[in-house]
Antibody
Framework: QLQLQESGSGLVKPSQTLSLTCAVS??????????WSWIRQPPGKGLEWIGY???????YYNPSLKSRVTISVDRSKNQFSLKLSSVTAADTAVYYCASQQLVGTFDYWGQGTLVTVSS | DIQMTQSPSSLSASVGDRVTITCQAS??????LNWYQQKPGKAPKLLIY???NLETGVPSRFSGSGSGTDFTFTISSLQPEDIATYYC??????????FGQGTKLEIK
């Protein structure tokens, strides 16, 4: 069974870049058919898909965030990462990483990490 | 963009009640719809995939139905541990996924 664990800075200043990593255990991040996603949830609000990276390395992003998002994979460390540039207070949220074995379905999730954007 | 509209936004019910939540898509999404449960302070958990398939290990009191634009999520007999917020999510418009706004379920 896959386990995912987010890590990264919990406080980011406005206009700077948010950086998070998701460590995957219980399976290989290079496994065929898997995709790896980032999803966020502002405090007290609903879920927003940010983007995902396919096991081949292809990436797909939410159009509303596309200009600021980069998702990458480090196969040697079995982890994937999120970078979100030019952050504002509106980017304050709990950020989750999740796996997709079934197309379009988030089957395993990390526990989430709160990122606050504040000076 | 495909919009997902859940109703109600909140719901109060008694233990043992049958609970129904609906999700409407702004266009035909076939059966490309999932349901998740999120308990306070926790990550969402997949309950139903492809509109009506129960994820392994999920109690059989949970079920889903529907296709096209109209979907239903049902708890046949509400249990205290079912208190959570429930979200629908479409994946017809790959690779862009969207969630409903959520339904907060409370015990009466």
């Amino acid at each position: 069974q896959l386990q995912l664990q987010e890590s990264g800075s919990g406080l980011v200043k406005p206009s700077q870049t948010l950086s998070l990593t998701c460590a995957v255990s219980g399976g290989s991040i290079s496994s065929g058919g898997y995709s790896w996603s980032w999803i966020r949830q502002p405090p007290g609000k609903g879920l927003e898909w940010i983007g995902y990276i396919y096991h081949s390395g292809s990436t797909y992003y939410n159009p509303s965030l596309k200009s600021r998002v980069t998702i990458s994979v480090d196969r040697s460390k079995n982890q994937f990462s999120l970078k979100l540039s030019s952050v504002t207070a509106a980017d304050t949220a709990v950020y989750y990483c999740a796996s997709q074995q079934l197309v379009g379905t988030f089957d395993y999730w990390g526990q989430g990490t709160l990122v606050t954007v504040s000076s | 963009d495909i919009q997902m509209t859940q109703s109600p936004s909140s719901l109060s019910a008694s233990v043992g009640d049958r609970v129904t939540i609906t999700c409407q898509a702004s266009q035909d999404i076939s059966n490309y719809l999932n349901w998740y449960q999120q308990k306070p302070g926790k990550a969402p958990k997949l309950l139903i995939y492809d509109a009506s398939n129960l994820e392994t290990g999920v109690p059989s009191r949970f079920s889903g139905s529907g296709s096209g634009t109209d979907f239903t999520f049902t708890i046949s007999s509400l249990q205290p541990e079912d208190i959570a917020t429930y979200y629908c999510q479409q994946y017809d418009n790959l690779p862009q996924y969207t969630f409903g706004q959520g339904t907060k379920l409370e015990i009466k």
